[in-house]
């Protein structure tokens, strides 16, 4: 079986993450992968190093109908057997159309829970044989949006747990980001996007750092909010406690000295963060929303929030930044959630059932 998968995202995050584990769960089960990628692509270099080949391209975005062409030009000439698309940025168009066009089935993963349009639904996702979700709830939408359910599969992403179980010395943890000994370390792990809900947790600081003076909060990742936030955060008069940590190639060694995971976003359809943080024994705080509580278990390994609920966000973090013996019990529920049931093996073999199943195999 050879496979084109299709990643137009730039940065090696988590939805990138997921196809650099995918490809290399493949071809230990034997399957042949190409990669197809822009040439900024950060991913191209870790799978090329995993020994599977990349083909990098100039691409433009959404309205670059060029890559159409240049699928069905591939799937033709290497003898391609299946394309599956992995990015949105035009790529969940052009891909299908290209495979189309070549006349070779075409698979669709999507990682995202907001609505699709009818429109959506009829003529994009029906360029796909079969849409991959990787939560039950990005699936639920779908279907509610007119998608047929036997178009449809959940298969959840995954972590290697293993990654995160060995983070640097606490000592050189604090000294890296200039925090005093007796922290109670926050983090947020994400995009700096609204929708991640950043400003909702600057919101509720405040007062929570008036009942607890050593919490700190560092904010993990990029993105266009950034000078927003930075504002914010002086105007609060919390730049002494909350940082912008910006990208960290060695996030995995980290995020184990966190004490709390906080992820308010207002939606999210999986939230590879979570599992990240859950197989280091990091306690979580997640809305209830999307895929999230799929990762997250209310009262066993973290604790839920209403989307957008200050107050209650405020409560949590208050709840277990006064209770270590609370964050240990769920951090370490945590961990056995994250290696039963988001192993890399599990969701390679989920995708490679909807390949054997579309191919006939």
Request: charged share 25%; hydrophobic share 40%.
């Amino acid at each position: 079986m050879k496979v084109l998968h299709i990643e137009m995202g730039r940065h090696l995050y988590g939805g990138a993450r997921q196809v650099s584990y995918l490809i290399d769960g493949l071809k230990s089960q034997g399957v042949e992968n190409l990669l197809l990628t822009p040439k900024t692509s950060a991913i191209a270099e870790e799978v090329r190093e995993h020994g599977s080949p990349v083909i990098q391209i100039d691409y433009r975005g959404d309205l670059d109908f060029r890559l159409a062409f240049k699928v069905k030009k591939l799937v033709t000439q290497l003898g391609i057997d299946l394309v599956h698309v992995h990015s949105r940025r035009g790529a969940d168009v052009w891909g299908g159309v290209g495979a189309n066009w070549a006349k070779v089935p075409a698979i669709l993963s999507r990682r995202v829970d907001n609505p699709e349009s009818p429109k959506s639904i009829r003529y994009k996702y029906g360029l796909y044989a079969q849409t991959i979700c990787i939560s039950e709830g990005i699936k639920k939408v779908l279907i509610e949006n007119g998608l047929a359910s036997d178009r449809v599969t959940a298969v959840r992403s995954a972590f290697v747990a293993k990654e995160s179980q060995n983070p640097i010395e606490r000592s050189k943890f604090l000294q890296r980001f200039s925090l005093p000994e007796d922290a109670i370390v926050v983090g947020t792990v994400a995009q700096l996007i609204p929708r991640k809900g950043h400003k909702l947790l600057l919101a509720c600081l405040t007062e929570l750092i008036s009942n607890h003076p050593n919490m700190r909060v560092l904010f993990f990742g990029e993105g266009p909010e950034r000078a927003s936030l930075q504002q914010r955060i002086e105007e609060l008069g919390l730049a002494n406690r909350v940082q912008l940590v910006g990208f960290h190639s060695d996030l995995n060694n980290l995020i184990g000295n966190l004490d709390i995971l906080a992820h308010p976003a207002y939606m999210e359809g999986l939230g590879v963060s979570l599992i990240q943080a859950s197989a280091a024994s990091v306690p979580i705080i997640a809305s209830n929303a999307g895929g999230m509580p799929e990762i997250v278990r209310n009262d066993e390994n973290g604790i839920l929030v209403p989307p957008g609920d200050t107050a209650a966000l405020q409560k949590a973090l208050d709840r277990l930044a006064q209770d270590p013996e609370l964050r240990a019990r769920f951090g370490e529920t945590g961990r056995n959630i994250a290696e039963k049931e988001f192993s890399v093996d599990v969701m390679v073999q989920g995708n490679l059932e909807v390949y054997r199943s579309i191919l006939g195999q």
